[in-house]
């Protein structure tokens, strides 16, 4: 009675807390991208101005003595906005930062067709921008006056195909003519930003240029709010010790870290998505991480110092990625920058599972289909194994009559009955031990695949079949996992107990329910490989056992 009570109790909590997720998720809180329209960006451009300026959040570099740009022109708005098919770009005109970014392809939910998913918002609580600028002896952006003020000559562009350079102008009181450019493309999310100086001046020019991004500590807007599902929020970056470094928004509180290394990158990485700026791959650069004042973090870099003589023109190149975590892509913008979809410790397995199931499904279609077919080929790969385990399992229900009659033999002496059933298991050569042994070989296989499922964007709002409309999300009426628990239920009868002790076998017998339960919040994908898995194994399973009994009957006869 105790131990049903008990876990009555485990199981009502869990329950509970599953349905806490549950009303979290069915009535969140109202992030940044509903809270502000994008018709209300003008308005808080006049707003936010003295933070747009601000020149705290700033890196800084030793001498930097800086002269002040010539006040241009003040527009009505500040901002200026870029349409590509990936990307729909907001920039604001002092500094030049991206304030907002949204991404055509990635709607935010599947019933709101028309609304792109926001990436950047540097508008209420999220406070997420891409900033860059030049800095040092006589960089603008770390002016006595504040950041410059660029002009645009149109405040909205659109690209349909190729590539297409946004021009921002700027000219100091010197004479210097500073154009940020902005180089955009139909088909890929890194947007290039160049810094054209032509030094018209009597004076040499020196500066550095920097990138980095600010963001508040606010949620992860992508997260599956699943039970156990959650994903990793925060720094990501190339280090010369490691070559893909993770920092939790909490250890930057504790201490802002810097460390310099040629090319590397640095980034936010959030479910499914990543915002990163890549400085030349020839240089040397700063990076860095910290907390503002306004407790915001910063993370970016600072590249070396370039001096443009009097009469001459220089120029210095960055690049900035902004969209989903596309493995094959970010692998060819930079080295290690691929590393970003996070796989664990298992990445040498999942890289080729995701290879597998991308190459099954540019045949399919369909990735619910591709998940079931990946199934079916890793079982197939793995049947000698398993043929190991059925064999061991087969041994040990045929040998469950024996082990009954030992048991009401010896009664409640289970030093005897231990002794008695060693025997007999080394009289009819039954090793159950060797049972347990294919399983845990499999296991690395099984969770790089639990890590692909999770990680790869490919698999957010990908439809299956019915209501599945996307993968990524909990079936919405439970079917996959009430499924999920009774071929679990079936497997677990058709599989002989380890073990004759009494409140054991109870336990075992409602590992199914537990199963079931924790499974209802996790994304139809993930459910849908596990259900496969566990059907593929029955099916295997039952044919052993057919064949095995078969045989034994023939060498009896």
């Given amino acids: 009675m105790d131990i049903k009570r008990t876990a009555l109790i485990i199981a009502l909590a869990v329950v509970s807390y599953l349905m806490l997720l549950q009303w979290n998720k069915d009535y969140p809180a109202q992030t940044a991208a509903e809270a502000t329209p994008i018709a209300q960006l003008s308005e808080l451009a006049g707003s936010e101005a003295s933070a747009n300026v601000a020149t705290t959040d700033l890196p800084q570099v030793e001498n930097g003595v800086t002269t002040t740009p010539i006040a241009e022109a003040i527009p009505a708005s500040s901002l200026i906005t870029v349409n590509t098919p ?16 949204t991404l055509p392809s990635f709607t935010t939910a599947l019933d709101r067709p028309d609304d792109p998913f926001v990436l950047l918002d540097n508008s209420g609580p999220l406070k997420y921008a891409a900033q860059s600028g030049l800095i040092g002896t006589n960089g603008p952006d770390a002016a006595p006056g504040g950041r410059p003020r660029y002009t645009s000559t149109q405040q909205e562009f659109r690209l349909e195909n190729g590539e ?42 020196n500066g550095n240029l920097f990138g ?23 720094a990501v970056m190339n280090t010369p010790d490691d070559p893909y470094s ?3 928004l909490d250890d930057i509180d504790d ?12 980034g936010f990485s959030q479910h499914y998505f990543l915002s990163s700026w890549i400085p030349a791959v020839d240089t040397e650069n700063t990076f860095t991480t910290r907390k503002n004042s306004a407790g915001e973090y910063l993370f970016g870099f600072v590249g070396p110092e370039l001096q443009v003589p009097p009469g001459q023109a220089g120029q210095v190149e960055s690049a900035f990625w902004a969209g989903p975590k596309d493995q094959y892509r970010l692998e060819e913008v930079s080295p290690d920058l691929g590393l970003t979809i996070d796989y664990g410790k298992l990445w040498f397995v999942a890289y080729p599972i995701f290879w597998l199931l991308t190459k099954i499904n540019d045949l399919v279609g369909n990735f619910g289909f591709s998940i079931v077919l990946l199934t079916l080929v890793i079982r197939l790969l ?26 009401e033999k010896y009664g409640d002496d289970k030093q005897k009955f231990m002794q008695a059933q060693m025997e007999l298991w080394k009289k009819e050569k039954v090793n159950p031990f060797s049972g347990c042994l294919p399983p845990l070989l499999q296991m690395p296989v099984f969770l790089g695949i639990y890590w692909v ?22 079936d919405p ?28 076998e109870k336990i075992m017998k409602f590992m199914p329910v537990m199963f079931t339960v924790f499974f209802l919040w996790f994304p139809a994908g993930l459910v849908l490989y596990y259900l496969a898995n566990a059907l593929i194994g029955i099916l295997q399973q039952g044919f052993f056992m057919h064949r095995a009994g078969k045989a034994h009957v023939a060498a009896n006869e």
Avoid: C
Avoid at 220 to 227: N, Y
Avoid at 255 to 266: E, R, V
Avoid at 479 to 501: N, R, S, V, W
């Fill in 164 to 205: 297409m350079n946004v021009d921002l102008n700027l000219t100091t009181n010197t004479g210097v003519e500073i154009t940020k450019r902005f180089i955009f493309s139909s088909s890929d999310y890194l947007i290039r930003i160049q810094y054209l100086i032509d030094n018209k001046s009597s004076s040499s020019w």
């Fill in 453 to 474: 499922l999770n990680e790869s964007v490919e698999l957010r709002q990908a439809s299956f079949i019915l209501w599945y409309h996307d993968l990524s999300q909990m």
């Fill in 477 to 504: 009426y439970f079917i996959l996992p009430l499924l999920l628990g009774a071929a679990y239920f079936l497997q677990q009868h058709m599989t002989p107990m380890m073990t004759t002790d009494p409140t054991q």
């Fill in 246 to 248: 993770k920092l939790k």
């Fill in 255 to 266: 201490d802002a870290k810097s460390f310099s290394m040629i090319g590397g990158w640095i």
């Fill in 212 to 234: 980095q991004i600010k963001r508040s500590d606010a949620p992860d807007p992508s997260s599956v709010s699943g039970f156990g599902i959650n994903t990793y929020l925060g």
């Fill in 382 to 407: 793995f049947y000698p194994l398993s043929i190991k385990q059925f064999r061991s399992q087969a041994g040990m229900k045929r040998l469950q009559p024996k082990l009954a009659q030992l048991k």
């Fill in 86 to 101: 990936t990307q729909i770009v907001t920039i604001d005109l002092i500094g030049g930062d991206i304030v907002r970014l």
